[in-house]
């Protein structure tokens, strides 16, 4: 049987591990979901990256509602021949919307692309409604920084972003060893389960700037970071929030609600100043 060949620009490691495979793809299934989720893995299924199916076949067996997004042509050509009944969807994730995939909320599995895991993970966010449960592999060190818990120093944007929205776990790692070719990295995989919040409770636009600004300079403490944020330094409510204990402490010391009671400090003193979003899509 003819193979794919991986091609480095698309990120490809192709995981030829089967009971690796198995594993991944049995982590959105009923048996393995949290326990009063709600979802019961009942929901339809999109996978990222298919590659030559070794997710999907497990996916398939299980009975899911699949649908497969894979932007390499060689890759959807093999899987139309070898796999005709997965439905593929040709084409590049980051620009497709998932309403056309499901018109219902959908769980998100792949072995994602290394070099766009963090792109994914950002248009995740900008849909949590219709991803409730995501799951999958990534280069370990991202899966570990969206895990992290507050004091760690992976600790990041990504971190504070998602767990505002997902319960985050960091389920296990898998060796280079596992893939064709054998990637330069570690690799972990992990879980997101949408958790009971509706709302922050504050501006989420200026709620992202805030964790973006603080963790683009993330050496430096809040106080030094976050006072371009400031309105009015001088004012007696710039001088009481500069002042405010959290403001002594790195970004990674801080949890979501911090970040949030922050940012409703902010959203008072700047009222309807406009929010510029940082460009900062990842810690430096």
Known sequence: MK???????????????????????????????????????????????????????????????????????????????????LEVVEGDFLKTDPASLWDEPMALIGNYPYNISSQIFFKVLENRERFPVVAGMLQKEVAERICARPGGRVRGILSVLLQAWYDCEYLFSVGPENFTPPPKVQSGVLRLTRNGRQSLGCDERLFKSVVKTAFGQRRKILRNSLSTLVPDRESEAGRAFL??????????????????????????????????????????
């Not at 979901?33 to 893995?41: D, E, V």
């Not at 949030?260 to 003193?269: K, N, V, Y």
């Open 243 to 284: 002042a405010d204990e959290l403001m002594m402490l790195r970004p990674e010391r801080l949890d979501v609600e911090d970040f949030i009671r922050l940012t409703r400090s902010l959203q008072e003193m700047r009222g309807n100043i406009p929010v510029e979003e940082p460009e900062v899509v990842e810690d430096p």
């Open 3 to 85: 193979e794919v060949k991986a091609k480095k620009a698309l990120g490809q490691h192709f995981l030829d591990n089967l009971d690796t495979a198995h594993r991944i793809a049995m982590t959105i299934s009923e048996e393995e979901l949290p326990a009063g989720s709600g979802y019961w893995g009942t929901l339809p299924v999109v996978e990222i990256g298919p590659g030559m199916g070794v997710l999907s076949r497990f996916l398939l067996e299980e009975g899911r509602r699949l649908k497969a997004v894979e932007l390499d042509g060689e890759s959807v050509v093999w899987l139309k021949k070898h796999l005709p009944q």
